[in-house]
């Protein structure tokens, strides 16, 4: 596909993040007004709020709200709408007298409404490498890693938007003589892209993969901090708990399964045939250019489409005991770590467990350190166009005593 022209000129350029081809959803507000649901296109966020008020696209008022779970909630139908009315809109033919505030002068808000954080671990690379470091390489995959999506249930009350401070957290650590009450000294990252489901599943109801891919609403950037010394003393035998509970920030902006359709691409290799209730008709990943940066100078950079297992099948295998989902959850793919160290999605793994230090602006650094700030970036490349997903950053503060 490609470019569609807006009579933005800002949104036709070919390195602008939010052309037409894409109009991400996100919530913002100006000079201390309530925030409302806004599109992202060229340098300027539509006023979604506004544009209803006018009778020009009908979302039953949903787009006053702060959040954009009642919007999401209408359906796949009124998401298709929508888009095709907003392309219209903006196109070059298009309304001029629209309602558009100035990206530089918004502040972002969380999009939605998190009622639920599940977070996963996808990538055979990464699972691989850190399998190694804390099991070794004979055991580094549990048997059960290439037949399923694992994952564990977090936390939404934690979940943060691009731009908010995090706290270095407090933990117990192991220490030489016991137990060590300390503040983390293994802080990390975790490169990852965020699904939102935007359709609710009844309790003891499973869904196909089919039914999954169509109840989800779109992608956002995350980063889901982990304290790393805290997660190697805790793990054992339920998975992560208050290591990761410290912190996730995700991007303000949510970029549509419509604007990445034209990108889908199959994932890695398999290891051996799926059961037949994971089983995708179609490749269910993208051709995503993904990574992070530390104190503005990149570090990694990976592609999406190294994942093992795509979005929809970890909504599938999440509803396959009957679990029930809600508007608003928010999965998370696990860290997208490539096969090489430069692709890599966490400093865990790119430091091989703090053994090898990485460069950061001419110093030697193994994880992350009070002021640093850590950033997360993704953009799908198309025919003069890109689709880009804003920013998701965040700057570590001192642990409280």
Not at 42 to 62: F, K, N, P
Not at 121 to 138: D, I, Q
Not at 187 to 209: C, F, K, P, T, Y
Request: glycine letters at 12%.
């Amino acid at each position: 596909m490609a470019l569609l022209r807006s009579w933005l000129e800002s949104a036709n350029q070919a390195d602008c993040p939010f052309p037409l081809n894409n109009l991400p959803y996100g919530v913002f507000s100006v000079s201390g007004d309530a925030p409302r649901c806004g599109v992202a296109i060229g340098d300027m966020i539509l006023d979604l709020a506004e544009c209803e008020a006018r009778g020009l696209v009908d979302a039953g008022g949903t787009f006053a709200q702060p959040r954009l779970n009642d919007f999401i909630a209408l359906g796949r139908a009124k998401w298709d709408e929508i888009r095709a009315r907003l392309t219209a809109l903006l196109a070059e033919e298009g309304d001029r007298s629209l309602p558009l505030v100035a990206m530089a002068e918004a502040q972002l808000h969380l999009p939605i409404r998190v009622t639920e954080f599940t977070d996963f671990y996808a990538s055979k690379n990464h699972a691989f490498n850190v399998g190694v470091l804390f099991r070794g390489p004979e055991n580094a995959l549990p048997p059960q890693w290439t037949h399923m999506p694992i994952g564990y249930n977090g936390r939404a009350s934690s979940v943060v938007v691009s731009g908010t401070p995090i706290r270095r957290p407090m933990g117990q650590l192991k220490g030489e003589a016991g137990p060590e009450w300390a503040p983390c000294r293994r802080l990390d990252l975790e490169l990852e892209l965020g699904a939102i489901v935007g359709a609710d599943s009844v309790m003891g109801q499973r869904l196909s993969v089919e039914e999954a891919e169509q109840a989800i609403f779109g992608y956002v950037l995350l980063n889901d901090w982990s304290a790393r010394d805290v997660q190697a003393w805790e793990y054992q035998p339920l998975g992560p708990f208050q290591s990761k509970a410290l912190g996730t920030t995700i991007g303000a902006w949510i970029v549509t399964q419509a604007a990445l359709e034209p990108f889908r691409c199959a994932g890695a290799e398999r290891a051996n045939p799926l059961l037949p209730y994971l089983h995708e008709r179609r490749p269910g990943l993208y051709d995503l250019e993904i990574g992070w940066t530390m104190n503005g100078q990149v570090m990694g950079r990976t592609n999406y489409g190294v994942m093992y297992y795509s979005s929809a099948q970890q909504l599938a295998h999440h509803t396959s005991s009957g679990c029930p989902m809600r508007v608003g959850d928010l999965l998370g793919s696990g860290t997208i770590s490539g096969p090489e160290r430069e692709q890599t999605g966490a400093l865990l793994e790119m430091t091989g467990g703090g053994k090898v230090p990485v460069t950061v602006n001419g110093a030697p650094r193994t994880f992350i350190e009070d002021g640093d700030e850590i950033g997360l970036f993704a953009q799908a490349r198309g025919e003069g166009y890109r689709i880009g997903f804003g920013p998701c950053t965040g700057q570590v503060l001192p642990a409280l005593p």
